[in-house]
């Protein structure tokens, strides 16, 4: 950087200071050199221009005065005085001019023209722009050389600190922290990037909260934004070679990402096939434990399958969903292939412990993707765990089934098997929510509308009974009615709907349109 105080520190320019100016001045910037001997060059002058005079606008000692604050007013670096034979030395009150302006002020020796002063300002210009240069060379050589080794982004980021000891993150537009250097985002911190990312066009500069603003530089991949490169300083301090470093590893970045989207697709192309291997069985399923042996799976070991939703409706899985279950497997240390399907996230893992204990590790994979996803529910359907690949196809079937099950509700239980939803559930959620709908109506709708308009309590009445295993007694008590007044509303049931409750087949129809009508106010 061009700076008064390094021409003076260049011994051929016999440059002698004689007024600092304000506190840093003489390090300051310096644009470039103006010779100018006019009484006012402030319409000429362009901001932090250094000005070089030899004083022929001074007809009295007041036009000083005058000369420093038009130099002033125009923004300049300072004055470098040329002594000649008339002036050898620089007038004084030129001097307290500048004192009092707080503006630099040097003189030039008689022997050293403004000509050489120029041209050493253009030298130090070209050994900036030559360092500059070489610099960015020497960056992009180690950029590459660290992207080649599968250093990722952490190594982008340590090249950057070579040379500017920064506070850099690398921070995906789901909120992931990809890297960090020197930084230290919170959640909050995580989720105002998130929001920046997601506008259009993103913010240059970010509010993080405590770490203060955040200058944004944006790196896209194979989709539009994909992450961002964060400094934790203000975009104002981050000219010149600093931002030009930064701006270059946010390309590099934007190759490593691009290169990391890249291998996942062909992950996700290789896995998804394993689930039609899995699904389709004879010739194929042979193919499934060198599939799984690819992914760095045991197929000759226990297995166990794992299918995860959000619950509350029939919403395609987020693309998020499998990178998260992919970071807490990876996080546990438990070999697993995680395939993204059109409305539910696959994981075919190992699992050396107890079948037992395969729920409780669920949970802990539930709390995990909450953790990410905090408006959601994460619901998980669990298979039972098998001992080899041949025997995957079972549990596949059952975890999607039970998966399916626990998104269709708004409560109850976020992790369950087939065994323990129950039977008549299973049943009921495997059939077109239509067709459930409709047969809940038919056999409960004459009940609803006699009770709507009676007050007759018949199906409190019908849900009790059944609840009691049909005890008469049991239902009476639990109603504070009598066992006759229980007979009758039963016998009213019986006239309305056709079904006995005497009679098991009809009992059947009359519970399943009760837990039908359940499901459907679940979904």
């Known amino acids: 950087m061009l700076t008064l105080r390094g021409l003076v520190d260049n011994p051929a320019l016999e440059l002698r200071v004689l007024a600092e100016g304000a506190s840093g001045a003489l390090d300051s910037e310096v644009l470039w050199v103006h010779n100018t001997e006019l009484p ?53 009150d030129l001097v307290d001019a500048c004192r009092g302006a707080r503006l630099p002020l040097a003189e030039i020796s008689t022997e050293v023209p403004f000509t050489a002063l120029t041209q050493a300002a253009a030298d130090m210009y070209a050994d900036e722009r030559q360092s500059a240069i070489l610099g960015a060379v020497r960056r992009s050589n180690a950029l590459a050389e660290t992207i080649s080794r599968g250093f990722g982004a952490s190594g982008v980021l340590g090249i950057l600190r070579r040379d500017h000891e920064l506070p850099l993150a690398v921070v995906d537009r789901s ?31 970010l509010d993080v909260g405590p770490s203060g603003p955040a200058t944004v530089f944006l790196v896209g991949a194979l989709t539009d934004v994909d992450a961002a490169l964060l400094c934790l300083r203000p975009a104002s301090a981050l000219r010149g070679r600093v931002g030009q470093a930064l701006e270059q590893a946010a390309r590099f ?39 799984l042996q690819a992914f760095g799976i045991d ?30 497997f990876v996080g546990e240390g438990v070999p697993a292939v995680v395939i993204s399907g059109s409305d539910d996230v696959i994981a075919v893992l190992s699992w050396r412990g107890p079948g037992r204990e395969l729920p409780a590790f669920a949970h802990t994979l539930v709390a995990a993707v909450e953790d990410r996803h905090a408006q959601l529910r994460p619901v998980i359907g669990i298979g039972d765990v098998v001992p080899d690949a041949s025997g995957l196809r079972r549990p596949l079937v059952e975890s999607r089934d039970a998966c399916r099950l626990l998104r269709q509700r708004s409560g109850g239980p976020q992790v369950g098997s087939l065994s323990e939803l129950g039977t008549h559930r299973i ?78 087949a009809d009992r059947v129809d009359l519970f399943l349109a009760l837990e039908s009508d359940a499901a459907i106010t679940h979904r």
């Not at 000759?300 to 619950?311: I, K, N, Q």
């Open 40 to 92: 006012d060059p402030s319409p000429y002058l362009r901001n932090r221009e250094l000005v070089l005079t030899n004083g022929l606008w001074r007809t009295d000692a007041a036009m000083s005065a005058t000369f420093v604050a038009n130099v002033v007013r125009a923004g300049a670096a300072g004055i470098v005085f040329g002594l000649r034979e008339a002036t050898p030395r620089t007038p004084e």
């Open 175 to 205: 909120g992931r922290l990809l890297a960090a250097a020197g930084a230290d985002l919170d959640a909050a911190a995580l989720h105002a990037v998130v929001e920046g990312l997601n506008r259009r066009p993103p913010p240059l500069e």
């Open 253 to 291: 970045l934007s190759l490593e990402l691009a290169k990391q989207q890249a291998v996942q697709a062909i992950e996700m192309r290789f896995a998804g096939e394993l689930i039609d291997m899995i699904l389709s069985g004879g010739s194929r399923a042979a193919a499934v434990a060198e599939r």
């Open 299 to 328: 197929a000759g070991g226990p297995l166990a399958v794992c299918a995860l939703a959000f619950s509350g409706g029939g919403a395609a899985a987020p693309p998020t969903l499998a990178e998260t279950v992919r970071e807490f």
């Open 427 to 504: 049943l009921l959620g495997l059939q077109d929510p239509e067709v459930v709908r409709r047969f809940a109506e038919g056999v409960l709708g004459p009940l609803r509308t006699y009770d709507d308009r009676r007050g007759a309590n018949l199906e409190a009445t019908l849900r009790s009974f059944l609840a009691h295993d049909g005890q008469w007694a049991a239902t009476a008590a639990a109603l504070f009615i009598h066992v006759n007044t229980l007979r009758n509303r039963l016998t009213k049931i019986t006239e309305l709907t056709g079904k006995d409750v005497n009679h098991t």
